[in-house]
């Protein structure tokens, strides 16, 4: 499925979730907020540009209809992790035993 290649790579659902107040952020805003290097930023950026997810204006990137609606289909994904990880402890599979 292309939408889950896309959103699987790394870096791409922290840009889309740094997006989600729906004000305008620069690239060195994003790259900041997002933790990541500037080179896959810009490639990400590209990305989902390409598919229509985010928009560039004069004063940032923005999400597009496309990806607010994709954040608001996210948003039960989003409730069970917290509910999943309320603390924000990293749950991990236990080792199978050898």
């Not at 740094?18 to 060195?28: D, H, N, S, V, Y």
């Not at 900041?32 to 990137?61: D, F, K, M």
Request: hydrophobic fraction near 45%.
């Amino acid at each position: 499925m292309v939408a889950l290649d896309l959103l699987g790579r790394r870096s791409a659902l922290r840009v889309l979730w740094e997006l989600r107040e729906g004000a305008p952020m620069t690239f060195r805003a994003l790259q900041q907020a997002a933790e990541t290097n500037p080179s896959l930023l810009n490639t990400r950026l590209g990305e989902l540009r390409a598919v229509g997810l985010i928009a560039h204006l004069g004063e940032g990137y923005l999400l597009t209809p496309a990806g607010q609606e994709l954040l608001l289909a996210l948003g039960p994904l989003a409730a069970w992790a917290t509910q999943w990880d309320p603390e924000g402890q990293q749950h991990r599979p236990s080792p199978r035993p050898q």
